[in-house]
């Protein structure tokens, strides 16, 4: 059950980053993000070429 929670509440958080940045986005007159591409770049952002975890700042997407 607890596991079925965690990821109730990490599609929560997703999504509504995901809301977010397009929000952003709209009000900077640039183009809606598709969410799958959206969670690819999250994907290339978290691992580089060597494999060393990174977090880069959200105003890439932005």
């Known amino acids: 059950m607890y ?3 965690f990821l109730y509440l990490f599609s ?3 999504y509504n980053l995901w809301i977010l940045i397009n929000c ?5 007159g640039k183009t809606h ?5 959206f ?3 999250l ?3 978290i691992k580089n070429k060597d494999g060393n975890n990174r977090y ?6 932005v």
Do not use: A, E, Q, T
């Open 56 to 61: 880069k700042m959200i105003n890439h997407y």
């Open 39 to 41: 969670l690819i770049s």
């Open 3 to 5: 596991v079925r929670y």
């Open 33 to 37: 993000l598709v969410f799958i591409d």
């Open 12 to 14: 929560i958080l997703l």
């Open 43 to 45: 994907g290339r952002d």
């Open 24 to 28: 952003i986005r709209s009000i900077r």
